[in-house]
């Protein structure tokens, strides 16, 4: 192997690299210079500041973690309830919910924000059922829970759930059936077989499925635009409403650095547990 | 399956809890967005009455162009995102232990951004010289490629972990040359993966959203920009027709794509058992 | 274990430990266990024998509590638990892959029947250090499941099923994931904790007949969802009740023969048998229920026939004349095939005798006490 064939080996193996540097690294890079570029020239944390400065910022920050937190923690506990029935019960519909769980990544989540309005919005089929079908007094005339933080989190849960029972499928599978009955032949209780020999098995997955559910929630943006949310805005609703109604690019690029770092700050957590994670 | 839970009643009632569940979070969503799309008037409970007029309307006009830009955009952006991750993975198994992993942050770092700063990011770069993308169709194909390339990248890279050992060195001790061992051992082999990556960027590509509506060009609206303006201007059930024919053609993409039991697919594993 | 408990124990009142009544299990089509009854009494070692898919699994999980019986009753003492789930049954199990919990070091492996039952700390902890020490697992209490070998693990997986001081132990095929000198030693072993502990009654489930007679003191022999025969091992084995359990046990040659009716009752007092076999009347033992007349089988043991002159006298003129087919040396034993009409006969001899030439005519003997009549069953 001469100099010159391993030289040329080098640079078809780096094009592929050299591709995603312009079209991803590069991007960002000016990204930053335009969150960090004053504007009479030079560069500072002049955007940072002001940025930080306002509630604007804080209160989509908070409302960020608070929608990401809740539906993290919802999607846990129905994903591993409709797992273990899954696993344990077996119910009309089961076997497609697990089939079904493969696919969902494929589809769009602001579908389900569609879908929800038909459902649960001002004019939904609840409301009417409500007041038409069952002949109640019509709710309010406010507008529905849809269009504020629980309804941003119930499309989340509906979408994300799966994203938590794909792992703890996974891990319920190769649970030993033996465990189980040796376990209820000790004298255990179903209750207490899942509590001490179901559940310490499930962590791993429970903490994989958990911590890709935050980092998807904390990310997710089209959800909240087709719902229509007025009230709630996070980090990329923010980012989205800086550089598309008001035009100010150098404030949602401060805001999408803030926001990068925070999204890979928590990617970083969450392969970290997945390689402490036994098995 | 009944390990666990021995009382009959108990497991037909939490039987029934469970279907509960799953028609109202998972399966009443997707039935309203049907019935949704084929509904002609509906301001009771129920639509009074059905019409096929929105799911028609949906496949002409600016509606038919945005299903057709999505699917193009998809197609070329997955192709180009195969080609770029699997020479990514085979390059990047030459690399030492640490430029492998730098390699992997690297391709899988745009899976765990949001899609809208990806989209800012792109616009910003790509509206200043020298590289003037803003406005054309190109800088969404570029947008789609970056968010789905990762996808291909670790397909690849499972791919090449489950090549079975030695099998490119025998092919190059019988003489073939590297590219003939790439084009007929290696590829080959990794096809099943790159078939399910292609099924996975292919739908990604169809359903996005965040980082599309920030650099779209006014010509080249896709499917899911378009049921977003549809419904934020009040015409809902056209966006849910929009939105069937959208879920309906991603499916059969990836039917097409994914085949589980392809001939192909069969006679490889077939080998790779040794039977 | 050579003696009966019963003779021992003197518990005869104290109803059976465990008690199945007329027990079925379907599964679909397939009758698994067809209308089985069996009582395992305190202290007793009960070897559920048989093939894979003779029902000896499905009756032993019916008795945990983890299969539903179609019909029949389930008694632990003078308590029903037919209808009880496994947790409310108090019966130690252990399994063939041992099924240790993963995450739970040894000591909460063996603690964990015990914390199921609330029992107050001290007492778990006295009760786990008394068993680990039984089973020689003390200094390993720290350890998880991953760090022992096989035998070691199963030491602990009986250790776990003796903590909660079950009346009885479920064993299902215990040692079948153990190679063949480990599974001698954990056979001891299991024999010298039952010796600790005489008042426990055992179920062992097992396909291996060498471990079935090794530490049961009863074996029910089952085929196809019945059991086809129950008793002491040494009897199944001197006087099978039927062809199944014949064959099951050792490579018994088995002729078939014609009762010669009356003659059962004529010589009762030896309970002996006579029958026709070619052209000669032969004597037996009878087994219980051998036919009275009519045909039957004649079960002789390879081992207890001699090989004679053709002209050679024999006991009770029980013999048969053949040519010798074959004749093997197989180290401490030579194994002659010899050809009497229609019967092809296995004979066992010490190597210490002269090879017999094929083709030589020879003459087969057996004394009547060696050769059991049986049904054709």
């Known amino acids: ?279 | 399956m009944s390990e666990l839970i021995h009382s009959r009643g108990a497991r037909r009632l939490l039987a029934g809890a469970g279907m509960i569940v799953t028609a109202i979070v998972f399966g009443l969503p997707l039935l309203t967005l049907i019935l949704a799309s084929i509904a002609g008037e509906w301001t009771r409970a129920l639509p009074s009455t059905l019409t096929v007029a929105h799911l028609r309307a949906a496949l002409g006009g600016a509606q038919r162009a945005a299903l057709w830009h999505s699917l193009a955009t998809g197609l070329v952006a997955t192709i180009v995102a195969l080609v770029l991750g699997a020479w990514g993975a085979l390059a990047s198994r030459r690399y030492p232990a640490p430029v492998r992993r730098g390699i992997d942050a690297l391709f899988l770092m745009p899976v765990a951004i949001p899609s809208v700063s990806i989209g800012l990011a792109l616009l910003v770069a790509f509206s200043h010289p020298p590289l003037l993308l803003n406005g054309t169709v190109v800088l969404v194909v570029i947008t789609h490629v970056v968010l789905i390339t990762a996808y291909a990248y670790t397909s690849a890279q499972a791919g090449i972990a489950r090549l079975p050992p030695s099998v490119e060195e025998m092919a190059g001790s019988l003489g073939a040359a590297p590219s003939r061992v790439l084009v007929r051992v290696t590829l080959p082999l990794l096809l099943p993966h790159l078939r399910a990556a292609a099924a996975l960027g292919l739908a990604l590509s169809m359903g996005e959203l965040g980082a599309t509506i920030m650099i779209y060009p006014p010509g080249w609206i896709t499917a899911p920009v378009e049921i977003f303006s549809l419904t934020d201007r009040g015409s809902l059930f056209a966006g849910a027709a929009v939105s069937v024919w959208l879920l309906a053609t991603t499916f059969a993409a990836l039917r097409l794509l994914d085949r589980r039991r392809s001939p192909r697919r069969v006679a490889l594993e077939r080998r790779r058992s040794g039977a | 274990m050579a003696e009966s408990p019963r003779a021992t124990s003197g518990h005869d009142r104290a109803p059976p430990r465990i008690r199945v009544h007329a027990l079925s299990v379907r599964y679909g089509d397939h009758l698994a266990l067809d209308r089985v009854d069996l009582s395992v009494a305190a202290g007793e070692v009960v070897v559920l024998l048989g093939e894979s898919g003779s029902g000896k699994t499905t009756l032993l999980r019916a008795i945990a509590g983890f299969t539903e019986p179609t019909a029949g009753r389930i008694h632990l003492g003078s308590t029903d638990v037919t209808d009880a789930p496994p947790h409310a049954r108090g019966l130690g199990l252990v399994v063939q892959n041992y099924a240790l919990f993963p995450h739970l070091r040894v000591a909460e492996n063996v603690a964990f029947g015990l914390r199921a039952r609330k029992r107050p700390r001290p007492q778990i902890e006295r009760t786990v250090a008394r068993f680990l020490e039984m089973t020689g697992m003390a200094s390993h209490a720290r350890r998880y499941p991953h760090e022992l070998s096989g035998g070691q693990q199963q030491r602990v997986a009986i250790a776990r099923a003796l903590a909660i001081e079950p009346p009885a132990l479920l064993l299902d095929e215990p040692l079948s994931a153990l190679d063949a000198p480990l599974r001698a030693d954990m056979l001891d072993e299991l024999r010298r904790l039952h010796a600790e502990l005489p008042q426990t009654a055992i179920v062992y489930v097992t396909h291996d007949q060498t471990e079935a007679i090794a530490i049961g003191h009863r074996i029910v022999l089952l085929n196809a969802g019945r059991i086809v025969a129950d008793g002491v091992p040494r009897d199944l084995h001197d006087t099978p009740p039927n062809r199944y359990t014949a064959e099951f046990f050792g490579q018994a040659n088995l002729l078939p023969v014609r009762v010669l009716e009356g003659t059962a009752d004529a010589r009762a007092d030896r309970n002996r048998i006579a029958a026709r076999i070619a052209d000669r009347t032969i004597w037996a033992r009878g087994s219980a229920d051998a036919p009275r007349s009519g045909a039957a089988l004649l079960c002789v043991r390879p081992h207890d026939l001699r090989i004679e002159e053709t002209q050679a006298q024999t006991p009770d003129g029980n013999h048969l004349d053949g040519i010798v087919r074959s004749a093997q040396w197989l180290g401490a034993t030579q194994r002659v095939v010899v050809e009497a009409g229609p019967s092809t006969i296995r004979v066992d001899r010490p190597a210490s005798e002269a090879l017999p030439t094929p083709g030589a005519r020879v003459r087969v003997s057996f004394s009547a006490d060696c050769a059991v009549v049986l049904a054709d069953r």
């Open chain 1, 1 to 279: 192997m001469g100099r010159a064939h391993r030289l040329s080996r080098a640079l078809v193996a780096s094009v592929p690299l050299v591709v995603l540097g312009v079209i991803f690294l590069y991007p960002f890079a000016l990204l930053a210079v335009e969150a960090f570029a004053r504007p009479g020239g030079g560069y500072g944390f002049g955007t940072f500041a002001a940025i930080l400065a306002g509630h604007a910022f804080r209160d989509a920050l908070f409302a960020t973690l608070r929608i990401a937190l809740t539906a993290t923690a919802t999607c846990l506990v129905l994903g591993s309830a409709l797992a273990l029935l899954i696993r344990f019960v077996a119910f009309p519909g089961a076997r497609a919910l697990g089939r079904l769980v493969d696919v969902y990544l494929a589809f769009p989540s602001f579908l389900v924000a569609l879908s929800l309005t038909f459902l649960y919005g001002n004019s939904g089929l609840v409301r009417s059922l409500w007041t038409s079908a069952l002949g109640l007094p019509a709710v309010d005339a406010s507008r529905s829970f849809l269009y504020g933080f629980w309804g941003v989190v119930l499309a989340e849960v509906t979408y994300y759930t799966p994203f938590v029972m794909r792992p703890v499928l996974a891990a319920l599978e190769v649970i030993d059936r033996a465990q189980l009955e040796v376990a209820s032949g000790l004298g255990e209780r179903p209750w207490g077989v899942l509590r001490r020999v179901v559940f310490p098995e499930l962590v791993p997955a429970l903490i994989a499925g958990g911590s890709l559910c935050l980092l998807l929630t904390m990310n997710e943006f089209g959800i909240i635009l087709v719902m229509g949310v007025k009230d709630v805005i996070t980090l990329p609703m923010m980012i989205y409403g800086k550089a598309i109604d008001e035009f100010d690019y150098p404030a949602a690029s401060a805001v999408a650095i803030c926001n990068v770092a925070l999204s890979l700050g928590l990617n970083f957590t969450y392969r970290q547990s997945l390689e402490r994670a036994p098995r």
